[in-house]
Every structure is written in C-alpha cells, then in structure tokens.
C-alpha cells in the first residue's frame, strides 16, 4: 500500500471498469426527492431539516468523486482511502464526520471496497461496481418503513452497516455450510478427489472474510462510545450495537470455520495416508504371490541342457499346478492373517 502522504495527487488502483455514477435521496418526514446522474446541482446538503444520501458507483473518476467529498468537508486523506481499493476495513470519527472502510463479499469470493462517510445530515456511500447491496435501503426510504425518514443519518449509517454485516453472517454460514459437505465426503465410503481442492477454496473465503470482519470488530464500537461529537445520537446506540452484536457472531463463527479447517485438513492427509497404506498393501500382496511364482519360472527358464524336468511328459501341466497351487496357499495364509 503505498505511501497517501507523499502524493497530491487522487489516484484510482482498483481494476473496475465501472462508469462512475452518482444516485441521490433528500428526505425528511413528510417529503422525499430521488434523482440520479452526475451533475445534481450542488453536491452539499439541501438544508438543516432534510437528509442526503449520495450513492456513488464506480471509482473511476476521481474529480467527481473529490468534488462530493469537498462539498462534505472530508478531507483529502479520506478521499484517498476511498480511491485506495486494497486499505484494510477501519472505523474513523471525525469532528464533521464519521467515516468506514468496508468490503462486500459475494459468495462466489469477490471482494468490492466500500466506503461509507456519515455526518450530520448526509451519508455518502462510495461502491467500487454496481451493486445492489443498498437497494433494500433505498426501498426502505422510499417506502418509509419503520419510520426511517423521521430518523437522521446516524439511524441510516446504522441501517447500511447493519446490511453490510448481514452480507457477512450469510457469507460465514455458506463457508460453514460447505465445510459440513466436506466433512461428509470425506467420512464417506468413497472420497473425491477434488476434496483438497475444495478445501483450499473454503480456506482462501475464511482468510478474505476474517481479513475484513476482524478489524470492524476491534473498531466499530469507537462509533458507540464516543463522545467528542454529536454525529451519533444516543437513540441510535440500541441499533449500532446490534451492528457490533452481529460483527461478534461473524467472529466467533470464523474461529469455528478455523477450527473445522484444521480438522478436515488432518483427516484429509490422514484418509491420504490410509489410501496410499490401501494401496501399497494391495501391491505388496501380488507381489508376495508373484515371488515363489517368478523363482520358478525363473529356474526353468534356464538353458542348460540337462533338466530332467525338461523331458517328463506331464510337466508343462504339473509346472502349472505347482504354480497355481502356490499362489491359492500364498492368498489363503494372507487371508488367515488378515492382510487383505
């Protein structure tokens, strides 16, 4: 991650082809308006007794982007860490301003930055793509549900991270789900033999997800207890720890999912190892039947010219027997000691 202090300059490192665009919601009790493009006049709050929400998709036009976070008042290294898709997941609070640095995680292991700015009257939410992520949200406002246009923005910054952190709980249960399905196969009779494989992919998802639920655990309650600024309004707190509730879920099913990935990667190597075992045995017997076998077969086989086997009638077939006989008593005294 490079170095935000030694540069003046706003740059994109993502790889989105997303066309940057902006969608925006000003509401209070009793009105709501819903416009979306690029140029919505000015960027900043309508007035004191209405709520602004600026959803931004794409990441790709950084003048655009820095021209909504200046008429917000963020500041330029906030700006950066919007632009900067590989910064870790953090929790800031600002005298103007609460600010996230989250990821979305499809179950298909894609990540998408997020970032959400939160102030007192306005939430600005930065999408690296297209996402639906928020979509429910902007139902629930134009729906005003549960009253959600009488609230402020601190009640739906608690709404969209409380989306965010069910988008982790799903994505936990599905790579607990799957590590069930390993286990199965592989306590099965017959194991595939893609297992391995499946359990590195399910280890790579644990990783991502751990990488992006750990730190919002560590920082999410500095927006619950702090006290320097007013931006998050006791009435909220209710909601916000019901945020941090499901961040503390997430985690503690991370270090199961760790825990069932340990196992199944010691009883994968160990049903490797008794496969192999399986096998090496299953050799070891043809070969112990085959011994005495080719020893005979190898005496005859050579040249020299008085053999008195060489001329006796019969001794092709009793060769035959003999062989035949060997190797019946060879498997038998194996069966007895129950090698095979």
């Given at each position: 991650m490079d170095n935000n202090l030694l540069s003046e300059t706003l740059t994109y490192n993502g790889d989105s082809q997303t066309i940057t665009h902006v969608h925006r919601i000003?509401?209070?009790?009793?009105?709501?308006?819903?416009?979306?493009?690029?140029?919505?006049?000015?960027?900043?709050?309508?007035?004191?007794?209405?709520?602004?929400?600026?959803?931004?998709?794409?990441?790709?036009?950084?003048?655009?982007?820095?021209?909504?976070?200046?008429?917000?008042?963020?500041?330029?290294?906030?700006?950066?860490?919007?632009?900067?898709?590989?910064?870790?997941?953090?929790?800031?609070?600002?005298?103007?301003?609460?600010?996230?640095?989250?990821?979305?995680?499809?179950?298909?292991?894609?990540?998408?930055?997020?970032?959400?700015?939160?102030?007192?009257?306005?939430?600005?939410?930065?999408?690296?793509?297209?996402?639906?992520?928020?979509?429910?949200?902007?139902?629930?406002?134009?729906?005003?549900?549960?009253?959600?246009?009488?609230?402020?923005?601190?009640?739906?910054?608690?709404?969209?991270?409380?989306?965010?952190?069910?988008?982790?709980?799903a994505v936990g249960q599905d790579i607990s789900d799957r590590l069930d399905d390993i286990e199965t196969d592989l306590m099965g009779a017959h194991n595939n033999d893609d297992i391995g494989a499946k359990i590195q992919i399910q280890r790579r998802r644990h990783i991502d997800l751990r990488r992006v639920v750990m730190p919002l655990k560590e920082q999410f309650p500095r927006l619950i207890h702090t006290t320097e600024q007013q931006l998050i309004k006791k009435v909220t707190h209710p909601f916000l720890n019901d945020v941090n509730d499901h961040l503390s879920y997430v985690a503690q099913s991370l270090e199961t999912c760790r825990e069932t990935l340990a196992s199944l990667v010691d009883l994968y190597v160990s049903n490797t190892g008794l496969r192999t075992n399986d096998i090496m045995m299953q050799l070891t017997i043809v070969s112990t039947i085959f011994i005495p076998l080719t020893f005979l077969v190898g005496v005859w086989g050579m040249n020299f010219q008085y053999m008195p086997e060489l001329k006796l009638k019969y001794g092709y077939p009793a060769a035959w027997l003999l062989m035949l006989a060997i190797g019946v008593a060879v498997y038998l005294a194996l069966k007895r000691r129950r090698w095979m």
């Open positions: 000003d509401y209070n009790a009793s009105t709501i308006e819903d416009t979306t493009g690029n140029i919505i006049g000015t960027f900043s709050p309508r007035n004191k007794t209405t709520t602004s929400w600026i959803r931004v998709h794409g990441l790709r036009d950084t003048a655009l982007i820095e021209s909504i976070c200046k008429a917000f008042d963020v500041d330029f290294l906030i700006v950066q860490d919007i632009l900067n898709v590989n910064h870790p997941c953090k929790v800031e609070t600002h005298d103007l301003y609460n600010f996230v640095v989250a990821k979305q995680i499809d179950k298909n292991g894609d990540i998408m930055h997020l970032c959400l700015v939160q102030g007192a009257n306005f939430v600005l939410t930065f999408a690296e793509n297209d996402s639906s992520l928020f979509d429910k949200v902007r139902t629930a406002i134009n729906k005003n549900v549960l009253h959600i246009r009488s609230r402020s923005a601190d009640y739906l910054l608690s709404v969209m991270m409380n989306t965010i952190t069910s988008n982790y709980v």
